[in-house]
């Protein structure tokens, strides 16, 4: 079993920044795929980034590609989103998930373990 433990959310005004991140625990954090999703109001979850579980590979949705930048530390066992240039429609509650794969996952249905989420508000 893996737990999942996001912080770093919060309210800010468009074009600023935040930083995401997700401790997690209960297996070697390496053997871990790393990714972030998110969900508004009344909206479907959907993909935002990923990364392989030895930091080598990413991938990002073409809405947020060039603005978030997702990285990990193995040696502390979290995973981050760095947040730039946001949006108003970039808010939305931020999940992170992991799963026991090799490669970058894109699909949520995909990964094992999630996290409670935290609140991302930007304000125009």
């Known amino acids: 079993q893996v737990q999942l433990v996001e912080s770093g959310g919060g309210l800010v005004q468009a074009g600023g920044s935040l930083r995401l991140s997700c401790i997690a625990s209960?297996?070697?954090?390496?053997?871990?795929?790393m990714g972030w999703f998110r969900q508004a109001p009344g909206k479907e979850r959907e993909f935002v980034a990923t990364?392989?579980?030895?930091?080598?590979?990413?991938y990002y949705a073409d809405g947020v590609k060039g603005r978030f930048t997702i990285s990990r530390d193995n040696a502390k066992n979290t995973v981050y989103l760095q947040m730039n240039s946001l949006k108003p429609e970039d808010t939305a509650v931020y999940h992170c998930?992991?799963?026991?794969?090799?490669?970058?996952?894109?699909?949520?249905?995909?990964?094992?373990?999630w996290g409670q989420g935290t609140q991302v508000t930007v304000s125009s």
């Open positions: 990364i392989s579980g030895s930091g080598g590979r990413t």
């Open positions: 209960g297996r070697t954090f390496s053997s871990l795929v």
């Open positions: 998930a992991a799963h026991p794969a090799a490669n970058v996952l894109k699909i949520d249905l995909m990964y094992a373990y």
